[in-house]
């Protein structure tokens, strides 16, 4: 890959669309694509859970009803158009929120980035894994350096980052999909920045996960667009009236995080990809696992609980804005209810974030016992506010604290095996293995089998193979749903033909070499 003098001296966004357009498979590590196979795996996983919640029910009804076709795969679906199957495919992923995340700039970039890239790939005719694998790696670059180009400003100040600089990462998949010059991806990246928007004001709400299938419909279409000589500003990102300057302020706008080192990352930025535990907010994890140590140590039960005092990093305040959070959405965004569900089952999973659960009168009594405080730069910058410190105070008037620096499942306090601590120092640190996620996970699925649950074993780093072929039927459900014959358009998951449709989702997968 060799990108002349676009990197020092032109600006940032010729910079990006060269190294979008040179950068093929051979420059990629082989590292960074087996981070990138673990995170696609984890979204297939939470996207075909998110494709049968109730926000999955409604994009899949909008798509069909105003954006039908033949041209790319809806995860669980059937078809339709490459906007509208990147519009679903984004939603799905984020329906939960229970995708990766970018710990370090606050970016859930799997969602729009997948989404936007295999929408891309099916609709150019390449069916080549190697290509949408590349545009993946290549957009979650893009994203990263963005992000980090307008964070922790852009934020701050509202916007939704996912949504927003979501779109430039999808943009970017697109385009290496579709196989575009510099030219044109210059032009599609001036699309993206005038169709890039979302609001945390949002977050509780159905919009939310929206703003992950609205980056992923936006980064396509724009490149869709500028592949149709639809013209823009070229250097879209810098300048006065650029996207860098008008979507940040006091100067938080720094093009060196987007042209440093761009010629030759390293790390790519799929490493730092993180993968929750919990499907809420990542700014509620902390708590909840510190929480969760201090009822198995102690054996506290809700009912003895007097009081629980969760102190997180003032960062953290305007995220959580659901204090008596009354939907499933809203409690993703509550740390009363966050903290209520570990306290009444020791654990929180896609079971307890249901509106029954929320409305039932044993959660709303635990969720009248959380107090929140709030710290600046908590545990210091370094831990870039996601760290919480946890007390609680029984009606026995013992008090018992517990501090978790790092979000679980982040780059800091990874999903991984931990062989030099004893279970309990493994337990406070935080730390989870591999297979303890997988096995909560399963145990999830089999506590109310549904086959969209049993999705959700994907969502683990690591797989056996006996959890790759689970993987196969449910990353490729649309091989089956695709053929009129065997299902129609409304008919559900629960009616699968399960070995038949594990013998096609493999054929599917392994054509497409993503295991």
């Not at 703003?211 to 013209?231: C, F, K, V, Y």
């Amino acid at each position: 890959m060799v990108h002349g003098e676009s990197e020092q001296g032109a600006g940032e966004t010729a910079a990006l669309a060269e190294f979008v357009t040179e950068t093929t498979a051979a420059d990629v590590p082989v590292s960074a694509f087996e981070d990138a196979r673990i995170a696609i795996r984890d979204y297939l996983g939470v996207a075909v859970y998110g494709a049968h919640h109730g926000v999955g029910d409604r994009i899949v009804g909008h798509v069909d009803a105003t954006m039908p076709g033949d041209d790319a795969i809806v995860l669980a679906h059937g078809r339709a158009s490459p906007t509208g199957a990147a519009l679903a495919n984004g939603t799905f992923g984020h329906a939960v929120d229970y995708d990766d995340t970018f710990e370090s700039t606050v970016i859930h970039p799997t969602s729009p980035v997948f989404a936007a890239a295999l929408a891309a790939v099916e609709h150019g005719d390449a069916d080549d894994a190697t290509d949408l694998l590349t545009a993946y790696v290549v957009g979650c670059e893009v994203a990263f350096r963005v992000g980090h180009a307008t964070f922790p400003s852009h934020y701050d100040n509202g916007w939704h980052s996912t949504g927003t600089i979501g779109s430039f990462g999808a943009c970017a998949a697109a385009a290496s999909a579709l196989d575009l010059d510099t030219e044109t991806t210059r032009r599609a990246f001036g699309v993206v920045a005038s169709g890039s928007s979302s609001l945390k004001k949002n977050f509780g709400t159905m919009t939310k996960p929206l703003h992950a299938g609205h980056a992923a419909e936006m980064g396509l279409r724009a490149a869709l667009l500028a592949a149709r000589g639809w013209t823009s500003d070229q250097n879209a990102l810098e300048g006065s009236l650029g996207y860098g300057e008008v979507m940040t302020v006091d100067g938080g706008y720094d093009p060196s995080a987007i042209l440093d080192g761009l010629s030759a990352p390293d790390p790519w930025a799929v490493a730092d990809i993180g993968f929750k535990p919990y499907p809420s907010g990542v700014i509620t994890h902390a708590a909840m696992d510190a929480t969760r140590d201090l009822v198995r140590d102690h054996d506290l039960t809700f009912d003895r609980v007097e009081r629980v005092i969760a102190t997180l990093d003032e960062a953290a305040n305007e995220m959580l804005i659901h204090a008596d959070a009354e939907t499933e959405l809203e409690a993703k965004f509550s740390i009363e209810f966050c903290l209520a569900a570990v306290l009444r089952e020791g654990e929180a999973g896609v079971h307890e974030f249901t509106d029954e659960y929320v409305s039932a009168s044993e959660t709303r009594e635990a969720m009248a016992s959380v107090e929140r405080d709030f710290e600046v730069d908590l545990f210091g910058d370094e831990f870039a506010g996601y760290g919480a410190r946890v007390v609680v105070e029984t009606t026995d008037g013992d008090r018992y604290e517990n501090a978790v620096c790092h979000a679980p499942g982040s780059p800091n306090n990874p999903v991984g095996e931990a062989p030099s601590m004893t279970t309990t120092e493994s337990r406070r640190s935080g730390a989870r293995s591999r297979a303890w996620v997988r096995r909560r996970r399963l145990t999830t699925c089999w506590r109310r089998f549904r086959p969209p649950e049993l999705a959700l074993t994907l969502s683990c780093a690591e797989k056996t193979e006996e959890s790759r072929v689970v993987a196969y039927w449910f990353s490729s459900m649309t091989a089956w749903i695709s053929s009129p014959a065997n299902v129609t358009a409304s008919s559900t998951a629960s009616s699968m033909d399960v070995p038949w449709l594990i013998a096609c989702a493999a054929r599917w997968c392994m054509r497409r070499g993503i295991w």
